[in-house]
């Protein structure tokens, strides 16, 4: 079972991708990091002009009570 602030992340990443269905998320270093994937085409979205997606996904993640102290990487 997913965490709480893995879903998050797959729920606002889902929203924003064209092919939702090819979105991962998954937790390493015992759930302080969360690993994003999305398809290739996808990826831009995620990210956004400079960085601004990714970085309003980092700060909802930071603003929810159980991912205070998670980190977000988006992969290729």
């Not at 085409?41 to 991912?67: F, N, T, W, Y």
Request: no cysteine; charged share 35%; glycine share 10%.
């Amino acid at each position: 079972m997913a965490s709480p602030s893995a879903e998050l992340v797959e729920f606002i990443a889902k929203a924003i991708v064209t092919h939702p269905d090819a979105v991962s998320v998954r937790e390493v270093d015992g759930g302080e990091t969360l690993e994003l994937e999305t398809d290739d085409e996808d990826r831009g979205r995620v990210i956004g002009r400079q960085g601004r997606v990714a970085k309003a996904m980092r700060a909802v993640l930071g603003a929810s009570r159980h991912g205070r102290d998670t980190r977000l990487e988006i992969v290729d």
